[in-house]
Each structure stands twice: as C-alpha cells, then as structure tokens.
C-alpha cells in the first residue's frame, strides 16, 4: 500500500460525457501527479502540482483539467470524453518537487469510454 | 521533446538466466528511476540514480546510469520466477520539477 488513495477504482461511461477522477495523496506529501497508462502510448506524465499550484504540465488535452484543492487531495476532470480516453489513470504524490525525488503511485482508475 | 527508448520490450527467460534492459535517450536527465509494476497496481520505485556514472546495487539487481546522465541499464543476475513483471525506466526533467518521462516499459516472463 503506497498511501496514495484513488476513487473511483473503475469507471465505465460513454462518449461525450464528464467524469472526475479522485486522488488523496500520502500524508504530509505535496506534490502531486497525474498520468495517463494506455497501451499505445505507454506511461504519459499529464500534470504535477505542488502545494495547490500548477508545477509542471505535459501534453495534457484540453478537455483535462486537473486541481489541487487546500487539503492536498486533487481532482483529474476529463470532459468531453472520447473512446481513445479508455485507459488507466495514475495519481502519485512526493514529499516535494524535485524530479529525483520518489513518486509514490496509487492503485489508479480505470476508465472505459464506450 | 524527451524521449526514453526501452529495449526489449518483451522477453521471456528461464529461471537462472541473466538478463538486461536497455533505456536510452539523445536527451540528459537530471535523474533516472527504475519502476517495476505489477498487473492492476501501480509503478513501484526501485531505484534511483543520479550522478552520471553510478552504479547501485539492490540484491540481484544492477542499475547503471551513463557518464553522460542520458542512458541507463537493469541488469538481472539469476532471475527468478518472482521477477516477473513489468519494469519501466522514467527520466527527471533537468528543469526544477517532477516531471517524468517513462519509457515504453519491458514486460519480463521468467519461468520455473
């Protein structure tokens, strides 16, 4: 168990619909990631934010907005949905925000657009 | 943009055997970390490495990071059928976050 929790654990909906995917990060982390897993394109880095700001973004859609909310926990919201969205989603978390530190990753999402 | 090249994707050994994974990139990373990730969980870190040049040891696991900090390797000795899974290599931006690029991955089968 890495302490990094996600909610919910599969998520199955249809196409051009909105769904919010949860993450809380371990216990005095600040940082936290999102990435997206498919089988095409691998492990993709979407978006880190550190202490409640926008650290650092990567090719995240558009229709992805991501927030941290005072209390740490954030929030992956995916709009607009299309089948190529089905894939696994990753939160992570790290003490702070240096690349070298570790990321500890959630269980994930898994997310079905039909 | 920053990529990581893994090789080889798959492979599939028996017990006892040796092995290496490749993670190669025309890019310099500030740091490379190796992750294993087994089947419905996500990435667990193994290691780090941080100075070009390094070698660490984790029992009979051997990660090396290239003197010019833009390749690294996993080396298995005497793999076991508990070694199977995915492992995934990922480099730290040289910019101050935490951003990471992950290679594609290497799935490994080590049979009995």
């Known amino acids: 168990d890495s302490g990094v929790t996600q909610t919910p654990k599969h998520l199955i909906t249809a196409t051009g619909q909105r769904v919010t995917l949860r993450c809380s990060p371990r216990?005095?982390?600040?940082?936290v990631y999102w990435y997206q897993q498919s089988l095409d394109q691998g492990l993709q880095f979407l978006i880190q934010y550190y202490n409640g700001e926008e650290r650092a973004k990567g090719n995240i859609l558009e229709r992805f907005s991501a927030q941290q909310f005072p209390d740490l926990h954030s929030e992956l919201n995916l709009s607009s949905l299309e089948l190529g969205d089905s894939a696994l989603y990753f939160c992570a978390s790290s003490v702070g925000l240096a690349g070298w530190e570790t990321q500890y990753f959630g269980p994930g999402t898994r997310l079905l657009v039909l | 943009t920053q990529l990581l090249e893994q090789s080889p994707q798959f492979l599939s050994i028996q017990e006892g055997e040796n092995l290496t994974v490749y993670c190669n990139s025309s890019s310099v990373f500030s740091s490379l970390q190796w992750y294993r990730q087994e089947p419905g969980e996500g990435p667990v870190l193994l290691v780090t490495?941080?100075?070009?040049?390094e070698v660490k040891k984790l029992k009979r696991l051997t990660f090396q990071f290239g003197d010019a900090r833009k390749d690294s390797s996993l080396h298995i000795t005497a793999a076991q059928t508990g070694d199977t899974g995915l492992y995934l290599c990922?480099?730290?931006?040289?910019?101050?976050?935490?951003?990471?690029?992950f290679g594609q991955g290497t799935t490994l089968q080590v049979k009995p």
């Open positions: 490495v941080v100075t070009g040049g």
């Open positions: 990922a480099g730290a931006s040289v910019s101050n976050t935490g951003k990471l690029i």
């Open positions: 216990s005095g982390d600040l940082s």
